[in-house]
């Protein structure tokens, strides 16, 4: 997100100047996994596995700037550059392991795993380099 006068260009206003740059990353997922397995027999081994995985990541640059540029203002100069990330994830696992045996041996087993990383990076710049600022009256 860039927001601002670049490279020699004139800002001229009769009032206030204001130059905002937000970023508002908002990011929404929902990872559901499910495994189910049923075994019957003399000998019955039964094994369910669910794994739900998300991995979400916000890296934004978000720059307010006024560089190279000359800004003449009737009033006063408003430079900001704001932020806000927002990670909303819903991880769901399910297994189920039957296991029915009429002989000796019946084993059922079963694993769930759920694994959610979230990363939230970035750069915020509110920045005036190289310019010129007059006021008017």
Known sequence: ?????????????GGAVTI???????????????SASIAAGDIAVSLAIAVALADNTIDNTTQALIDDATVIAGGPLSLTADATAEIDVTGVAAALSIAAGSGQLAIGASVTVALV????????????ALAAFSRTP
């Open 117 to 128: 990383e979230n990363t939230v990076d970035g750069d915020v710049q509110a920045l005036i």
């Open 1 to 13: 997100i860039l927001a601002g006068a670049l490279e020699g260009s004139t800002i001229t206003a």
């Open 20 to 34: 905002a740059a937000l970023d508002d990353a908002t990011i929404s997922s929902d990872v559901v996994a499910a």
